[in-house]
């Protein structure tokens, strides 16, 4: 297993000092947030593209995954649709172009404004078309289980996936999504997609009178001691999707927390 940083850990930093901070803590790889008003953005120049790449060569893997935004690939408005899928089509143009293997992807909107049925049906189109896209650039789309979409269990996603048809398009499995937003079984969103996860997200969470409260990886409910037994045969990558972007007064700065959560992982290993 490779170890990867995720700059949702670092969301006050420039990329070049969060991958010297995951080069101090022993990582493989980084996983940079992509989104417009960040530290990294998808229409930065080529020339700052460039200097994330050399910079990120101090790393064993590099830059392994982009993180784009875009919901809206299955909006039953097919102007928004094309939009959001040229988003991911442009995503996929730059992890190609900086030697990434991913780029993390949404299943599509639970409500994109259609029925149900029309809403997965877009998804659907929508995915297999980004996924012919990512095949020629030799780059695998990542859809994450995630609150909000048509994906967010493991079931959900197996069943997209399959009606996608595409070997350039598997799974994030993210348990600490399931857990918090479904009553999926973690042993069930495991089992059901183990054959089609790409990429692995950790982090971890408790609760205090039905809020959810980020924290470091094992001093939360997420079974990680069980799940890492389960993935003892995949030899991919796993993100500590460290969440202070989201929860900055939850959890301590990244040089503590990552580390911590890195540490604990190795011991499960």
Known sequence: MKFVGHTMA???????????LFRSIGLDGIEIVAQEGGAFSINDPEEKVKAVVKQAKALPCGV?????????????????????IAGMKKSID???????????????????????????????EALKEIGAYASKAKVTVLVENHPGTVTRTGEDTYRLINAVGSDSVKALYDPANVLHDTT??????YEVQKD???????????????ERKA????????????????????????SFEYEKRWYPDQLPDAEVGVKMCADYIRSLI
């Not at 924290?215 to 796993?238: A, E, H, Q, R, T």
């Open 196 to 210: 089609i996860i790409g990429y692995v997200h950790v982090k971890d969470f408790f609760m205090v009178d039905n």
């Open 64 to 84: 392994v995954t982009l993180t784009p935004y875009y919901w809206d690939i299955n909006n039953i408005d097919p102007k928004i649709a094309e939009a959001e």
């Open 184 to 189: 999926e079984d973690w042993e069930k969103t």
């Open 94 to 124: 730059l992890a190609a172009f900086m030697g990434a293997q991913f780029v993390r992807a949404y299943g599509g909107k639970e409500e994109a404004g259609g029925t149900r049925v029309e809403n997965y049906k877009n998804a659907v």
């Open 215 to 238: 924290c470091v990886v094992g001093n939360g409910i997420v079974p990680w001691d069980k799940i890492m037994k389960k993935l003892s045969g995949y030899d991919g990558f796993l």
């Open 10 to 20: 670092t969301p006050n930093l420039p990329v070049s000092e969060a991958i010297a």
